[in-house]
């Protein structure tokens, strides 16, 4: 059980993740999970420096570009919207500044997803370990099978794949819809972080569904069963990543958070074996 001491009161965060009825409830459980895997996270040192090497190379990577598309995005906007040459100044600077926010709200989402589908692949044998630790700290992985390393790693590499491209279309009508003047800008961003929340979701509870012999249709069908708890944890994860460095320090959580998500939505115990009076080894 993860607590949080604040003056004299205490914080059970393990309580948001326990079993709850209604969709608001079910979301925020969802968002509970990323704190408990933060919980993990912040209390295992070794979890710390195994998780944020390989988040940080990825994040610088993803900085450069995010960065050039910033440099960018005043020429990509004039690129967009030829129409607007010889439009009023006030017209045309308002219509490319609309245009200019729908790349970077298109680039930041594509740019979440495939951070985290790079750094699974550059870490994979990091957060392979930390999702492990989660599952012993929790009572072991039922059904466990032997996978080998390179074929785990192809697996995972064209599955990241699939789902970076089905990404890239559904962002590509919320590029579109960000042209809409304050829909773009108000509604088009929920939406955005609601399906990238989901592909995240799904992107990052591969590794103990990997760990069962389960594919990615599988584990799409059994986050769907309870789409509000996915959509939960997958929303905190991604406004997380939007945050400056946000994306390197919260990975390893992430993952600690999604082999939560993993066992619960496989009917699966996330209760600590300790605080049912059973011995983990601490490693």
Sequence with gaps: MCRGQ???????????????????????????LLLRGLGLYVRSPGLMLLGV????????????????????????????TPFADDWSTTGRSVVRVIAGLAFLGLGGLLGVLTFTAV????GDPFYEKISERVEERYGGTPGAVDVPF???LRR????????????????????VAGFIPVVGQTVVPVIGAAVGGWFLAVEL???????????????????????PTALGFGVAVFLCFLIPLGAVLIMPA????????A????????EDRRSLGEPVEER
């Design 6 to 32: 604040l003056g004299s009161s205490v914080v059970d965060v393990s309580s948001i993740a326990r079993p709850v009825t209604g969709t608001l409830g079910r979301f925020l459980a969802g968002a509970g």
């Design 53 to 80: 090497v390989p988040a940080l190379i990825s994040g610088v990577l993803f900085l450069g570009a995010f960065a050039a598309l910033v440099w960018f995005v005043d020429d990509l906007a004039a690129l967009v």
């Design 119 to 122: 750094t699974l692949v550059i």
């Design 150 to 152: 390179w074929s785990s």
């Design 156 to 175: 995972s590499m064209a599955d990241s794949v699939r789902l970076v491209a089905l990404t890239a279309l559904v962002g590509i009508p919320l590029f």
């Design 205 to 227: 509870v591969g590794a103990p569904f990997y760990r069962r012999g389960m594919r990615l249709p599988q584990r799409r069908a059994l986050l769907k069963a309870d789409r």
């Design 254 to 261: 992430a993952v600690a958070g999604a082999t939560l998500l």
């Design 263 to 270: 066992r619960r939505s496989l009917g699966q115990p996330i």
